[in-house]
């Protein structure tokens, strides 16, 4: 059992930055690939960033690439998500998630995630 929790949103004007955490309770945790999603109001959850197991894979969707990093330490058992040069359009609730396959960081689809955080919400003011 995996139990994850999300901090660091909040309120941004356009073009700042903000840093998310996911911290994960339980045991193993880099033997879990983490992602973080995200889900706009009126809008399906989708994909962000993903990180391998070790931190040497990483993937992003296209339109946070070369503005979001993802990273992980896991001796402290926390992923974070690096936001910068935010536009409205990444408002959004913030989710992180394990898996214990990284095939989503290549499929970029949230299907075979095995744990969720509650989210935290981000938003970007123009």
């Known amino acids: 059992q995996v139990q994850l929790v999300e901090s660091g949103g909040g309120l941004v004007q356009a073009g700042g930055s903000l840093r998310l955490s996911c911290a994960a309770s339980?045991?193993?945790?880099?033997?879990?690939?983490m992602g973080w999603f995200r889900q706009a109001p009126g809008k399906e959850r989708e994909f962000v960033a993903g990180i391998s197991y070790s931190g040497v894979s990483t993937n992003y969707a296209d339109s946070v690439k070369g503005r979001f990093t993802i990273s992980r330490d896991n001796a402290k058992n926390t992923v974070y998500l690096q936001m910068n040069s935010l536009k409205p359009e990444d408002t959004a609730a913030y989710y992180c998630?394990?898996?214990?396959?990284?095939?989503?960081?290549?499929?970029?689809?949230?299907?075979?995630?095995?744990?969720w955080g509650k989210g935290t919400l981000v938003t970007a003011s123009s």
């Open positions: 339980g045991r193993a945790f880099n033997t879990y690939a």
């Open positions: 998630a394990a898996s214990k396959s990284s095939h989503f960081i290549v499929t970029m689809k949230e299907y075979g995630m095995d744990y």
